[in-house]
């Protein structure tokens, strides 16, 4: 199971920590990844990091003010997010699989979801 947390209400250019914690067995080959969906639009790929190495991947709409990272031991994946626009108000899921490199940031390659949760960003 995954539990997203962490989401409300910042302002642009805030910051903001979501959270997922993941519960039941980690497997070290499964990616985790954070997709985002506004309402009436398609999910897309924000950044996903390999369980066994922390590989990191991230959308270009995101590169350079989010970090994505894991806590082992917490066994809970992070996405860090600065510098925030109005255009990342969104649902944010965490979701977990074993997508091959190619498909990373597609979310057909997820098989784990978890509950949205909520940012928004007011300008």
């Known amino acids: 199971q995954l539990q997203a947390s962490g989401g409300g209400l910042v302002q642009a250019g805030g910051s903001l920590r979501v959270s997922c914690v993941v519960s039941?067995?980690?497997?070290?080959?499964?990616?985790f990844a954070w997709f985002r969906q506004a309402p009436g639009k398609e999910r897309t790929f924000i950044a996903a990091?390999?369980?066994?190495?922390?590989?990191?991947y991230y959308a270009d709409s995101v590169k350079g003010r989010f970090a994505i990272s894991r806590d082992n031991a917490k066994n809970t994946v992070y996405l860090q997010m600065n510098s925030l626009k109005p255009e990342d108000t969104s649902d944010y899921y965490c979701?977990?699989?074993?997508?091959?490199?190619?498909?990373?940031?597609?979310?057909?390659?997820?098989?784990?979801w978890g509950q949205g949760t909520l940012v928004t960003v007011s300008s």
């Open positions: 039941g067995r980690t497997v070290s080959s499964y990616t």
């Open positions: 979701s977990t699989g074993s997508p091959i490199t190619s498909a990373t940031m597609r979310p057909q390659a997820y098989r784990y």
């Open positions: 990091i390999r369980w066994s190495g922390g590989l990191r």
